[in-house]
C-alpha cells in the first residue's frame, strides 16, 4: 500500500528557513515524479513544485521560484522541500503527493496527510 | 497565465444529480483531474483524464471536457459525497494549476 509522511513543519519567523520531508513506502519511489501541494487553512489547494523520477527535472510555481528548492534522495525513499525567505503568506498545510508518471508533471494519485508550516513573527 | 475557474458552492438533495464546472482557456486541450477533499483530510482522485474513474471510486461520479468547460457529475448524490471538490490541469509549462474548489452539500 501506497503511504507517505510529511515532517518538518512547524512556526518560523518571516525571512527564515526550514526543511520539508516526506517519507514514501509501498511504491518503487525511483519510478515516479513527486509534487508539493499546500493549502490555507480554510482555502483551496496551490500546486508548489514537481521533480522527475531521477531528480533530473524540476519545476516551481512562480510564488515560490527562487524560494524553495524540491530535491529527493532516492536511496532513502525522500522527498524534500527546502525553503528560503519564507512569507508569511507562506504559511499552509503541506503536502507531498505523488504522480503516475516518471518525467514530467501528470496528476497525483496518492497523498500524504500534510505537515503544517506557520510563518510569523 | 492559465486559471482553472470553479463555482463556489453547490447544494443538492440526496438522490438528485450534482454538477460541479470548472473552466478555463481551451481546457479540452489538456485533461482535467477531480479531487475530492473532505474536512481534515488529504485530498482523494475521483476522476482522473476528464473521465476515467480510479478503483474504489463508485460509479455515480463521472466526467467530461469540453471546449473550455469540465464538468463533474454525480448521478444519485449521497450525504458521504458532501466535501470539497477541486479540478486540476497544467499550463503550458507543465506547471500544476488547481481549481478554486467547490463545495458541495448534499441535505
Known amino acids: 500500500e501506497v503511504y507517505m509522511e510529511e515532517s518538518g513543519g512547524g512556526v518560523i519567523q518571516p525571512g527564515g528557513s526550514l526543511r520539508l520531508s516526506c517519507a514514501a513506502s509501498?511504491?518503487?519511489?525511483?519510478?515516479?515524479?513527486m509534487h508539493w501541494v499546500r493549502q490555507v487553512p480554510g482555502r483551496g489547494l496551490e500546486w508548489v513544485s514537481f521533480?522527475?523520477?531521477?531528480?533530473?527535472?524540476?519545476y516551481y510555481a512562480d510564488s515560490v521560484k527562487g524560494r524553495f528548492t524540491i530535491s529527493r534522495d532516492n536511496s532513502k525513499n525522500s522527498l524534500y522541500l527546502q525553503m528560503t525567505s519564507l512569507r508569511t503568506e507562506d504559511t499552509a498545510l503541506y503536502f507531498c503527493a505523488k504522480d503516475v508518471i516518471y518525467q514530467k508533471p501528470y496528476y497525483f494519485d496518492s497523498w500524504g496527510p500534510g505537515t503544517l508550516v506557520t510563518v510569523s513573527s | 497565465s492559465f486559471e482553472l475557474t470553479q463555482s463556489p458552492s453547490v447544494s443538492v438533495s440526496p438522490g438528485q444529480t450534482a454538477k460541479i464546472t470548472c473552466s478555463g482557456a481551451a481546457l479540452s486541450k489538456r485533461y482535467a483531474h477531480w479531487y475530492q477533499q473532505k474536512s481534515g483530510q488529504a485530498p482523494v482522485l475521483v476522476i482522473y483524464?476528464?473521465?476515467r474513474r480510479p478503483s474504489g471510486i463508485p460509479e455515480r461520479f463521472s466526467g467530461s471536457n469540453s471546449g473550455t468547460m469540465a464538468t463533474l457529475t454525480i448521478i444519485g448524490a449521497q450525504v458521504e459525497d458532501g466535501a470539497d471538490y477541486y479540478c486540476y490541469s497544467k499550463d503550458s509549462s507543465d506547471r500544476g494549476v488547481f481549481g478554486g474548489g467547490t463545495k458541495l452539500t448534499v441535505l
Open positions: 509501498g511504491f518503487a519511489f525511483d519510478d515516479y515524479g
Open positions: 483524464e476528464d473521465n
Open positions: 521533480i522527475s523520477g531521477d531528480g533530473g527535472f524540476t
